[in-house]
């Protein structure tokens, strides 16, 4: 059955994936954008490159990943302390970029 077969890729995909992540945590690799992926971005970047824009800021001022939240206009980073945050905060609203800052629960 094709639905079975696609359902077993990705949920094989989705194991290497976690395999993946946990092997760079092990490792002390904390660069996230490698495993963070919306397709949407393929079609949304060439036509509003705020979004790159913004996820470049946010990748050079110390997130470990950026991305595009849903279908967007969204973006958001992925930082593991509060000063790599702050860091990318000044920069984007050095740019004039409405920054809303989250922690995780």
């Known amino acids: 059955n094709k639905d079975i077969e696609a359902l077993q890729e990705q949920t094989n995909y989705h194991e290497a994936l976690i395999a ?9 690799k904390y ?3 490698d495993f963070m992926y919306n397709k949407f971005e393929s079609v949304i970047i060439p036509m509003n490159q705020n979004v790159k824009r ?3 800021i946010m990748m050079e001022n110390g997130a470990i ?3 595009m939240s849903g279908s967007g206009p969204s973006v958001f980073g992925i930082f593991l302390d509060e000063s790599s945050q702050k ?3 000044i920069a984007l609203e ?3 970029i409405n920054v809303f800052l989250c922690k995780t629960v």
Request: aromatic share 4%.
């Open 94 to 96: 050095n740019c004039s």
């Open 87 to 89: 860091k990318a905060q």
């Open 65 to 67: 990943g950026a991305l």
């Open 20 to 28: 993946n992540i946990l092997n760079a945590l092990e490792n002390g």
């Open 54 to 56: 913004i996820k470049d």
């Open 31 to 33: 660069e996230f954008s």
